[in-house]
């Protein structure tokens, strides 16, 4: 999984600036990490627990050629795609719900009721986007999700099967877990 706007939080006991803290990380910090930047924050802000909303974008490649150069960035999908019943199926799941059926952690102890207040889908030649904006996410439920989409899409399942996969809150009965490779997420809100 990627990460665009990732936000991260810590308690440093540094005389450093944020600038020089932020170029310290950049010189030492692998390659594929880049940290943009750098501000003090209250004691008490943590970058998790204080989040109110998070935007997540999961891209497929659909076509028959391959995307060589952004191949660990995309899900690559064979087959052709019913975009229009795929738009019918995520209007279902957009709302207050009980994820359940999407959550890959069977034993969660804490509630499965989560908000999503959109999905869209935006096709651009080859590429397909899954923007989702919600409260919060459990585990995987935003490949989970995608995967049973994309069943939709290939005509596995009918849009109309959201309603019961949310009411049934079994895991078994949803769709395929997508790729990591295709996800990334986009933005945090505080």
């Given amino acids: 999984v990627h990460a665009k706007g990732q ?4 308690h440093l006991h540094t005389d450093k600036s944020a600038q020089e803290v932020k170029e310290y990380l950049n010189r030492y910090l692998p390659d594929d ?5 750098v501000k003090v924050a209250s004691d008490r802000f943590h970058s998790r627990y204080n989040a109110v909303g998070k ?9 028959e050629d391959k995307p060589v150069f952004d191949r660990k960035y995309v899900h690559v999908v064979e087959e052709p795609l019913d975009v229009s019943k795929m ?19 069977p034993k969660m102890k804490k509630s499965t009721v989560r908000c999503v207040d959109s999905i869209v889908l ?3 030649g080859n590429r397909l986007t899954l923007t989702y904006h919600g409260t919060g996410f459990l585990q995987h439920m935003v490949r989970i999700l995608t995967g049973t989409l994309l069943e939709v899409g290939m005509g596995k399942r009918t849009p109309e099967s959201m309603t019961e996969l949310l009411e049934a809150k079994q895991r078994a009965l949803a769709g395929f877990t997508a790729p990591a490779q295709g996800l990334c997420m986009i933005e945090v809100d505080y």
């Avoid at 990490?33 to 930047?37: A, Y």
């Avoid at 935007?55 to 076509?63: D, E, L």
């Fill in 122 to 124: 935006k096709r651009e």
């Fill in 7 to 10: 936000i991260a939080n810590a």
């Fill in 33 to 37: 990490i880049c940290v943009r930047e």
């Fill in 87 to 105: 738009e019918q199926a995520a209007k279902l799941l957009v709302g207050t719900h009980d994820y359940a059926s999407f959550c890959s952690n």
């Fill in 55 to 63: 935007t997540y974008r999961y891209t497929c490649y659909v076509g």
